[in-house]
């Protein structure tokens, strides 16, 4: 272990599963004392005890981001009382992804997604920068997605949200930078869940062929890029969406 967040204080909303779990773990054995947070007690405690067993430092805190300002910022409070008053690197992680044409999206989905995929994590960091701001700085990392530069034919609304994060990444490096807060997002390719089966994953990488990396990726790729953006090692990188999706965006695509 590098030990390279020691000291450290850290939120990371929806970490009871996939990509936000991953994060978590990789804070936790970085020196980290993580709030693992999401709706499901049963898996936060799963991956808290799983953060202690490895020698690191972690609680959970329930929470379910519907958007509305109070969650935020009763995420917020409890986080911060169990952090000493203070968190150091917020990740916006939490997200969810309906499947849905234009057409077939309704007004309550339409609302639900934006409510949980950018209201949610805006509200969150409203709550949490001033803190940051009057201990001298801290880090908010945001997740943002492939499909906002690629579109897809099902994923209208989610790749907008997504979008929308990564436009608030330059607007909040530019607010917050000159205030000691680093705000940068890492855009995930397709990357694949450990509960989808051989036919899922088989169709996930489909979607990468011809691609650099020609597979679907592993959630610990983007936890390896969230270390380093909580990291001193990135302090000179602000407002950075980095991809991590092999290749997917930046690369052309061969046809195999």
């Known amino acids: ?146 499909i906002t530069r690629l579109g897809v034919p099902s994923g209208s609304i989610y790749s907008t949200s997504k979008g929308a994060m990564e436009t608030l990444t330059r607007a909040w490096a530019s607010e917050f930078g000159p205030q000691g807060i680093r705000v940068n997002a890492i855009s995930p390719g397709v990357i694949a869940s450990a509960d989808w089966d051989e036919t899922i994953r088989a169709q996930a990488d489909v979607m990468m062929r011809g691609t650099p990396a020609g597979r679907s990726g592993h959630p610990d790729a983007i936890a390896a890029a969230a270390v380093y953006l909580a990291s001193d090692d990135a302090e000179f990188v602000h407002g950075v969406v980095l991809d991590v999706d092999g290749g997917r965006t930046g690369v052309a695509v061969v046809a195999v």
């Open 1 to 146: 272990m590098t030990q390279r967040l020691q000291g450290k204080t850290a939120l990371i909303t929806g970490s009871t599963s996939n990509i936000g779990r991953s994060i978590a773990l990789a804070y936790g054995r970085e020196g980290a004392h993580v709030v693992v947070s999401g709706r499901d007690e049963a898996r936060g405690a799963e991956v808290v005890e799983q953060i202690r067993a490895n020698g690191g430092k972690a609680d959970f805190v329930r929470a379910d981001l519907d958007g509305s300002p109070a969650a935020s910022r009763a995420l917020a409070t409890e986080a911060s009382e169990l952090l000493g008053g203070r968190v150091d690197v917020l990740v916006n992680n939490a997200g969810i992804y309906p499947p849905s044409t234009t057409p077939t999206t309704d007004e309550e989905t339409f609302d639900r997604v934006f409510g949980v995929n950018v209201k949610a994590p805006f509200f969150l960091t409203q709550a949490l920068a001033p803190a940051m701001i009057d201990a001298g700085g801290g880090v908010v990392l945001n997740l943002g997605s492939w």
